[in-house]
């Protein structure tokens, strides 16, 4: 069976940096894209990144500049660097991997809490 399992969230002050691990065990044959999301209490879970096939990255407009998308295929690990990380970003973030035929995964999720 498959199974994402994250890493790395915490509580940080704004201005700081996180990095976020997703580590992959389990076979899977073909990945589609692999992404980040990310929801805060009383809101729908939104997508914060995404990291396709052919290594094209994607970002929602309020963390571009400031978050990173990564993978090491290598390892089965998907990443995100956080940095200047602010009170709108506290939330709790999802891995996501989409298999080549639609099937999705996701992870358990990782409580990122930044403060003022």
């Known amino acids: 069976q498959v199974q994402l399992v994250e890493s790395g969230g915490g509580l940080v002050q704004a201005g700081g940096s996180l990095r976020l691990s997703c580590a992959v065990s389990g076979v899977i044959s073909s990945i589609n894209a692999m992404s980040w999301y990310r929801q805060a209490p009383g809101t729908q879970r939104g997508l914060v990144a995404t990291i396709t096939r052919g290594r094209f990255t994607n970002y929602v407009d309020s963390v571009k500049g400031r978050f990173t998308i990564s993978r090491d295929n290598a390892k089965n690990t998907l990443y995100l660097q956080m940095n200047s990380l602010k009170p709108e970003d506290t939330a709790v973030y999802y891995c996501?991997?989409?298999?080549?035929?639609?099937?999705?995964?996701w992870g358990q999720g990782t409580q990122v809490t930044v403060s003022s």
């Open positions: 996501n991997v989409v298999r080549g035929d639609g099937m999705n995964y």
